[in-house]
Antibody
Framework: EVQLVESGGGFVQPGGSLKLSCAASGFTFSGAAIHWVRQVSGKGLEWVGRVRSTADNFAPAYGASVKGRFTISRDDSKNTAYLQMNSLRTEDTAIYYC????????????WGQGTLVTVSS | DIVMTQSPDSLAVSLGERATINCKSSQSLLYSSNNKNYLAWYQQKSGQPPKLLIHWASTRESGVPDRFSGSGSGTDFTLTISSLQAEDVAVYYCQQYLNVPRTFGQGTKLEIK
């Protein structure tokens, strides 16, 4: 069974940092791309970024609102992807979901349950 | 960036009736090399992550009831629920996966009339 489990969310002050993890199981992690999507309470979905598989040369990409502040990485030996968030702003407060795409040109077919990040003073 | 615009923002339909949600992209999602439309539909129920319903604009995911169907090509797409069931109450999103950023529509909230 494919599973994705996010962790690392919590409360942080503006300007602070937080690192989220996405632990995967039930599929060949190294062959999949991992995406991060966030959702402000009561609002729509916003694509944050992705990291492709090792075979596709990782090729991280980011949405405009997080570019330069967030970094996505992966450790295939641990079946885990990461979202390093720096210079956090109040508008980054959201539930953060990780999802996988089985190939680089397919949509996200499995999602985690999400982890809540709250940025507030 | 490709802008995705859904209509309507909300929709109330009677049980057993048809529900139709539209999605328009600011540029064509049809990739000429493989003649596929890079458009997906997701369903998100309250308190849950999104669930993939349809990809390539019209291919239903395994296990998705056949009352859900997707159509369209290029820049105009439609998600149709042929006979609304109570469990279909949710917010529905379209997403393009042709380019990064993989943008979503703003969502359509579907309720029972």
């Amino acid at each position: 069974e494919v599973q994705l489990v996010e962790s690392g969310g919590g409360f942080v002050q503006p300007g602070g940092s937080l690192k989220l993890s996405c632990a995967a199981s039930g599929f060949t992690f190294s062959g999949a791309a991992i995406h991060w999507v966030r959702q402000v309470s009561g609002k729509g979905l916003e694509w944050v970024g992705r990291v492709r598989s090792t075979a596709d040369n990782f090729a991280p990409a980011y949405g405009a609102s997080v570019k330069g502040r967030f970094t996505i990485s992966r450790d295939d030996s641990k079946n885990t992807a990461y979202l390093q968030m720096n210079s956090l702003r109040t508008e980054d407060t959201a539930i953060y979901y990780c999802s996988r795409t089985p190939t680089y040109d397919t949509p996200s077919d499995y999602w985690g349950q999400g982890t809540l990040v709250t940025v507030s003073s | 960036d490709i802008v995705m615009t859904q209509s309507p923002d909300s929709l109330a339909v009677s049980l057993g009736e048809r529900a139709t949600i539209n999605c328009k992209s600011s540029q064509s999602l049809l990739y000429s090399s493989n003649n596929k439309n890079y458009l997906a539909w997701y369903q998100q129920k309250s308190g849950q992550p999104p669930k993939l319903l349809i990809h390539w604009a019209s291919t239903r995911e395994s296990g998705v009831p056949d009352r859900f169907s997707g159509s369209g090509s290029g820049t105009d797409f439609t998600l149709t629920i042929s006979s609304l069931q109570a469990e279909d109450v949710a917010v529905y999103y379209c997403q393009q996966y042709l380019n990064v950023p993989r943008t979503f529509g703003q969502g359509t909230k579907l309720e029972i009339k």
